[in-house]
């Protein structure tokens, strides 16, 4: 994929949103939301909320909420939507919270120190939690049918995990010093852990990408990424930017993102060849998220760090990088829902939950003489902020239409005629428009 040299990011500012916008709406959750899952297959959103010690349950559908108690400090969760199960790490509580999702009735698993990140295996019904405290050093491994937990010796720190459930292979990032670290592989089938060494630390983002089996850890002290091929455990170098943090793949465009923290920068590392460029994003990026159906990618932000300001999720659209104000405060993790095209980010000083109603817009209309007919074989452009430009060809009976339209920007459609004048039309699109006329003048 080739990107153009010029990376252009746009501000939208307003002060709150109703569900009729693009930006689907804010939903209130309880105390400092910190993380958040999305079951797709019953389209409901679960949000950590880490002073409150509790899960906000949302509805997709309605976006009506209900709390369900958990451990202390919820600060990770995650879903595995064939069982209809929710898993919590409570931190300062040493417990993962089983949530069943068909009633919101709970279970309380005692799992290492200060569990920091979770994950689930839906191939195999397994449940893999990092344990970061003080010499814990080790990954509890879950029974999703029994609840029984087993702990699997990692080198310390650990703190990210990404799964390949091809391969049944779980991978854990360290946050251990700042060089000579390692990548920790467990096998899923036999639980024995395997290291990997690379030479930075601070691995506080790790992804896979199922379809190459390639892994790709951040570093935050080397300012890398660190491309793992597996089976062989070869590791390559890719230089990426200040303090690269979160890390999110796109497996059906073989593409990685990672957020570098400290250069207000995103890295698009192409999977063939290892090629990347920098992309400028707001200040103080903090996470990223892919939709692999329509191939965006979103990025939240940490405040100032973190502090009581409003935050900005970037859509990163290939060449074009559009940051959208959505007035909360605080830190942001993002989850999509690939079914309904939904993006949902927390706020957590805000104790909030941003619902980004992600689809596109089109624009029809006509071309028509000063008479009322149809104009066949016009040209047809449409413009937008930043250099947009779309082009468009009337039919036999002067119908246009422009596809692919990113909403809440305003857009200027014009006709190019040698035989009449039309006057440019300037929108504000937020929906699709079906019955935008262009007549001509004599």
């Not at 089938?189 to 691995?203: C, D, L, Q």
């Not at 890398?224 to 590791?235: A, G, K, L, R």
């Not at 957590?348 to 619902?355: G, I, Q, R, T």
């Amino acid at each position: 994929m080739k990107y153009l040299p010029q990376i252009i990011a746009l501000l939208l500012f307003s002060a709150s949103f109703t569900f009729a916008d693009v930006l689907g709406g804010v939903v209130s959750v309880a105390g400092e939301p910190i993380a958040i899952a999305v079951n797709e297959q019953t389209n409901r959103i679960y949000v950590a909320c880490r002073s409150a010690n509790t899960v906000t349950v949302i509805d997709g559908n309605t976006y009506g909420t209900s709390l369900v108690p958990v451990g202390t400090e919820p600060i990770a969760v995650a879903v595995n939507p064939v069982t209809n199960k929710v898993y919590v790490a409570n931190y300062a509580a040493s417990t993962v919270t089983v949530i069943d999702g068909a009633t919101n009735a709970t279970q309380t698993l005692l799992v290492g120190s200060q569990p920091t990140d979770i994950a689930v295996n839906t191939q195999t019904d397994r449940i893999y939690v990092t344990n970061n405290g003080d010499n814990a050093n080790s990954v509890s491994v879950i029974n999703g049918i029994t609840n029984a937990v087993t702990t699997v010796s990692t080198m310390a720190w650990p703190i990210s995990i990404a799964i390949n459930e091809v391969t049944n292979k779980i991978y854990i990032g360290h946050d251990s010093g700042s060089f000579n670290s390692q990548v920790t592989l467990i096998d899923g089938a036999t639980n024995t852990s395997t290291p990997i060494p690379i030479e930075g630390g601070r691995s506080y983002g790790i992804a896979v990408n199922p379809i190459t089996n390639k892994v790709y850890a951040t570093s935050a002290s080397t300012f890398s990424v660190y491309v793992i091929t597996e089976p062989s455990h070869t590791v390559q170098t890719v230089i990426a930017d200040t303090s690269p943090r979160d890390i999110a793949v796109d497996p059906v465009r073989n593409k990685i993102y990672a957020i570098n923290n400290n250069a207000d920068t995103m890295t698009v590392i192409d999977g063939a060849t290892n090629s990347t460029i920098n992309v400028p994003t707001h200040d103080s990026p903090w996470s990223v998220a892919v939709n692999p159906n329509t191939g965006r990618v979103y990025v939240g932000r940490c405040g100032s760090p973190c502090l009581g300001e409003s935050s900005t999720i970037g859509v990163y659209l290939g060449p074009l990088s559009i940051a959208a104000l959505v007035g909360q405060a605080g830190s942001q993790r993002i989850a999509v829902n690939k079914v309904t095209n939904r993006i949902f980010v927390t706020n957590s000083l805000a104790s909030s939950v941003s619902v980004v109603n992600a689809d596109d817009a089109s624009i029809t209309g006509r071309v028509l003489t000063p008479t009322g007919l149809g104009l066949r074989n016009t040209t047809v452009v449409l413009t937008g902020p930043y250099g947009i430009r779309q082009v468009a060809t009337t039919s036999s009976f002067g119908v246009f239409t422009f596809t692919g339209i990113i909403t809440r920007l305003n857009y200027t459609v014009s006709v190019q005629s040698k035989r009449y004048r039309f006057a440019p039309q300037t929108r504000l699109v937020n929906e699709s428009i079906t019955n935008l006329d262009m007549i001509g003048l004599e």
